[in-house]
């Protein structure tokens, strides 16, 4: 199947602090690419859409000033968590759609100290 | 009421046992329908698609009932590398959608 990665797999800042995360489709070209969070023992929530050229859709209940996502090219879409807080500390997963499947990232571990 | 519901276990299952899992959701429109397996902390990898027409794929079948909006996953010959959270999954469109996540259900296969 297609790869997809994610850069950082792991970060750990201070609160207030901002952290970007990178996921790019290695081997193919993502109009659409989508980031999830997924808090201890719950299931993997949809935040927002991330379209190539265009502002992304957010999902109910998600700050778009907070979680800035940017999606430049075909192959890259980053989410900046800005100012971030203890709550924020999560396993945000992207994915990058594919034809009519989705394909995920490894993952990035957010803790918000 | 969650839009995608399933019994998050464990099912603690000797090897070679069968197993079963169910999920209901509750849109209706909803289109595309999905397994996902999760191991421990890592992303999720698709496991197979579902269709109203029942599918198999080796040791595991999957059959969808969109009047009662039930999905199901059976698994045969259980194997120990079958340990993980099996999550049921659905979208609008294919995976030109976001998807819809249930919680995950977390097998656990004994030797």
């Known amino acids: 199947g297609a790869v997809v990665s994610q850069h950082p797999s792991r970060v750990i800042c201070k609160s207030g602090t901002s952290v970007k995360i990178e996921c790019r489709s290695l081997d193919f070209q993502a109009t659409t690419m989508f980031w999830y969070r997924q808090f201890p023992k719950q299931s993997l929530m949809l935040m927002a859409t991330s379209n190539e050229g265009s502002k992304a859709t957010y999902e109910q209940g998600v700050e778009k000033d907070k979680f800035l996502i940017n999606h430049a090219s075909l192959t890259l879409s980053t989410l900046t968590v800005t100012s971030a807080h203890p709550e924020d500390s999560s396993f945000y997963i992207c994915s990058a759609r594919a034809v009519n499947e989705q394909f995920f990232g490894p993952g990035t571990r957010l803790t918000v100290l | 009421r969650k839009e995608v519901e399933q019994d998050p276990g464990p099912f603690n299952v000797p090897e070679g046992a069968t197993v079963a899992f169910n999920c209901t959701y509750s849109?209706?429109?909803?289109?595309?329908f999905f397994w996902y397996r999760q191991d421990c902390r890592k992303e999720p990898k698709l496991l197979m698609s579902?269709?109203?027409s029942g599918n198999e794929d080796g040791r595991f079948t999957a059959q969808l009932n969109r009047a009662s909006q039930y999905i199901s996953l059976l698994i045969r010959d259980s194997k120990l590398s079958d340990s993980a959270t099996y999550l049921c999954?659905?979208?609008?469109?294919?995976?030109?959608?976001?998807?819809?996540f249930g919680k995950g259900t977390h097998l656990i296969i004994q030797p």
């Open positions: 999954v659905v979208s609008g469109r294919g995976g030109a959608d976001g998807l819809t």
């Open positions: 579902v269709y109203s």
């Open positions: 849109n209706s429109a909803s289109q595309s």
